[in-house]
């Protein structure tokens, strides 16, 4: 199965989908997770990446393009995997509707998870304290609220187009949240 996650910063995108990739046995492969793996490897690419995930805004197309299509040509991605943080723009949905078209998997479906902006604040900041990220200060979260808005919903009036959306209400307990994704999902499947 090749599924998306899409939600804003802070929605509990990354810990559901971890948990969602264990469930049904795919690789999960977070973007944000591979960016911050290069930075602390200290690559060219997380050189690169470096001011654009600080400042809260997104990296550029041409970086991150390559990395997801060199990662979903591997062997365990062969029969599916659970993209978490990609597509964020219209761009890169583009691509990635590309990629699929060329080995024939379709994708099955965009878990959209919902979540109000006051209660991502407060999720943020909690999170700030605990992991300690560079990128989850108020005025960053500020932009990358933005950018949400602004570039990755569109991403979502995309595949509404070809009825591949499944919103999910992302507040309640992480028990809870999971049974809505899962139930999202086997509707798909
Ligand atoms: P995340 O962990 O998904 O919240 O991503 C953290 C940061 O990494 C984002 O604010 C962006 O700067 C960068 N990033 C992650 N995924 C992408 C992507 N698909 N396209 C561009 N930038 C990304």
Redesign the pocket.
Known sequence: MFIVFVGP?GAG??TQARRIGRWLDVPHL????M??EARHEKTDLGAR?TQ??DA??????EL?LDM?KDRIEQEDCQSGCLL??????VQ?AQKLDQMLADRATPLNVVVEIQVEDDELRTRILKRAEIEGRA?DTPDTVSR?LD?YRSQTEPVLAHYRKVDKVEPVDGQGTPDEIFERIASAIKKRS
């Open positions: 910063p995108k990354g977070s973007t944000g997770d960016l911050r990446a654009y995930i809260g805004r997104l990296v550029p197309d991150i997801v978490d943080g990609f597509p964020r723009n890169q990128d990358r950018v």
